[in-house]
């Protein structure tokens, strides 16, 4: 990486987190996971950044991940590899505008008050993508976050499926 461009920061959510450390392979397919892998192999040797909310850690931690999953997890986050962020009073005020946004979105599914938190954290620490997997097909109540990629009302937010973007080839 040359002096002039620009670090890459991705936010992760839980279900990311999640696919990452069970290597969900077959939920979510392989290129998906190798995608995280490889993201969080180049975050270890600082090639990126990763962030995700301090309330990735109950969504995450809450679920039956195994000791040595749970590890891993804990580990990604010593060094300031991956960082988790607080939510304070900007964090809180920013997800409360996305909620009230999504209030009267169509179909009348509206922002589940994590995932506003989430998009908050991501918006506010200016993440280059937000990276889920929550397409909200298994949720009549809420939104799923793909559906908001590039939304304007989520701050035209890049949020995708993990994946790695292809090298040009010229």
């Known amino acids: 990486m040359s002096g002039t461009e620009k ?3 991705f936010y992760w959510e839980a279900c990311t987190y999640l696919a990452w450390l ?11 996971i190798d995608a995280l892998h490889r993201i969080a192999k180049d975050n270890f040797e600082k090639k990126n950044i990763i962030i995700t909310s301090t309330i990735t850690f109950v969504e995450v931690l809450s679920s039956t991940l195994g000791e040595e999953n749970e590890r891993k997890f804990r580990r990604s986050f010593r ?12 964090i809180a005020m920013k997800a409360r505008e996305f909620r009230d946004r999504f209030l009267k979105y169509k179909g ?19 993440a280059d993508e937000v990276w889920t997997l929550d397409n909200g097909q298994t949720d009549k109540k809420h939104l799923g976050l793909l559906e908001l990629d590039g939304h304007e009302w989520a701050d035209k937010l890049a949020i995708k499926r993990p994946h ?3 090298p040009d080839l010229l």
């Open 164 to 166: 790695v973007d292809q």
């Open 79 to 90: 060094h300031q590899d991956h960082i988790a962020y607080d939510v304070d009073p900007p």
């Open 7 to 9: 670090t890459k920061i």
């Open 22 to 32: 069970q290597n969900e392979e077959k939920a979510h397919g392989k290129d998906c």
């Open 108 to 126: 009348g599914k509206t922002l589940s008050t994590p995932d506003a938190i989430h998009l908050a954290t991501a918006a506010i620490y200016k």
